[in-house]
């Protein structure tokens, strides 16, 4: 089983939005409403951000949301600062054997 | 409030066998839908899920190392706990244990433990 798709890297000024995309197929990202996203910040452990696809876990910034379009999930940064640069993951359950896939990753640079 | 750490080596030789120990408190593994399992990450890499078990016994293995693989559960002493076998170079690795919320999500996650495969 294939890991999710993102994009290696996203880069953005500070108060911009920024939008990292996690690509899958009907078994997984398209077929339910399971995705999750991670943030990782350098030298720690993954924290969740965005589970089943848009709601945030208590504490989480408002400035992130989740969507999903067909077998894409997103997740956009609004107002981008300095402390988001980090590795972000997304992850999903899939219908085959896996049961959990993860993304490649994508770090997210603040210029 | 969810703790989890893992315990283990952080060095072993290639062909042995790696035993990691996952300890956590705040939650109770024969809660229903609960779920503790082991992701590891090798250095400068991707995130890899490698087997989860739920409160209701349920093993689930990624299927790329499932030959190898094993997670067992005790519930009474909220442990859990994997065993990978003939360990190479290319597992080495920051192994995490985390709490699954069922097939939602992954809530909370361990600091995560550097093992080394190297003779």
């Known amino acids: 089983q294939s890991a999710l798709t993102q994009p290696a890297s996203v880069s953005g000024s500070p108060g911009q939005s920024i939008t990292i995309s996690c690509t899958g197929t009907?078994?997984?990202?398209?077929?339910?409403?399971?995705v999750s996203w991670y943030q990782q910040l350098p030298g720690k452990a993954p924290k969740l951000i965005i589970y089943t696809g848009n709601k945030r876990p208590s504490g989480v910034s408002n400035r992130f949301s989740g969507s999903k379009s067909g077998n894409t999930a997103s997740l956009t940064i609004s107002g981008l600062q300095a402390e988001d640069e980090a590795d972000y993951y997304c992850?999903?359950?899939?219908?085959?054997?896996?049961?959990?896939?993860f993304g490649g990753g994508t770090k997210v640079t603040v210029l | 409030q969810i703790t989890l750490k893992e315990s283990g080596p952080t060095l072993v030789k290639p062909t042995q066998t790696l035993t990691l120990t996952c300890t956590f408190s705040?939650?109770?593994?024969?809660?229903?839908?609960?779920?503790v399992g082991w992701i590891r990450q090798p250095p400068g890499k991707a995130l890899e899920w490698l087997a989860v078990?739920?409160?209701?016994?349920?093993?689930r293995y990624s299927p790329s190392l499932k030959t190898r693989l094993t997670i067992t559960k005790y519930t009474s002493k909220n442990q859990v706990v994997l065993t990978v076998t003939n360990m190479d170079p290319l597992d080495t690795a920051t192994y995490y244990c985390?709490?699954?919320?069922?097939?939602?999500?992954?809530?909370?996650w361990g600091q995560g433990t550097l093992v080394t495969v190297s003779s």
């Open positions: 992850s999903s359950y899939t219908s085959t054997s896996a049961l959990w896939l």
């Open positions: 009907s078994s997984d990202v398209g077929g339910y409403n399971l």
């Open positions: 985390a709490q699954f919320r069922g097939m939602t999500t992954i809530d909370y």
């Open positions: 705040g939650f109770s593994l024969s809660s229903s839908g609960m779920g």
């Open positions: 078990v739920y409160w209701s016994d349920d093993e």
